[in-house]
């Protein structure tokens, strides 16, 4: 996959390394909070029906973490940030989505 970002050590974990370029750059911006213990990216699937080019992210707190679902033209990846609140994140998501297009689903 073209232009996929690749993060590894640190505060990233698990057994995926890819990020598809919207989802490892919000990834990014998580990993510059303090509270940010880990960050562990998820399978891409890709193949998806064509949605113009637009971007949605959507938030999903659970247990012990918080589920960031990035939808991006034919492709979409979760991963999952820990050690962070659910309004943290948000904010996070809603500063770094000022800067691109994108809808933000919470």
């Known amino acids: 996959m073209a232009g996929r970002i690749n993060k590894s050590g640190g505060k990233y974990g698990g057994r995926h390394t890819s ?3 919207l989802a490892g750059k919000l990834a990014l911006e998580m990993e510059k909070n303090d509270n940010v213990t880990k960050i562990s990216p998820g399978i891409i699937k890709t193949g998806l029906s064509n949605v113009s080019g637009d971007k949605r992210i959507k938030l999903l707190e659970q247990k012990s973490c918080v589920l960031v679902r990035v939808r991006e033209n ?3 990846q979760e991963f999952r940030v820990y ?3 659910m309004n943290e994140v948000i904010d996070i998501t809603r500063k770094f989505k000022h800067k691109k297009r994108i ?3 919470l």
């Open 74 to 76: 034919i492709s979409i």
């Open 83 to 85: 050690g962070i609140a």
């Open 103 to 105: 809808e933000l689903v």
């Open 19 to 21: 990020f598809i370029p």
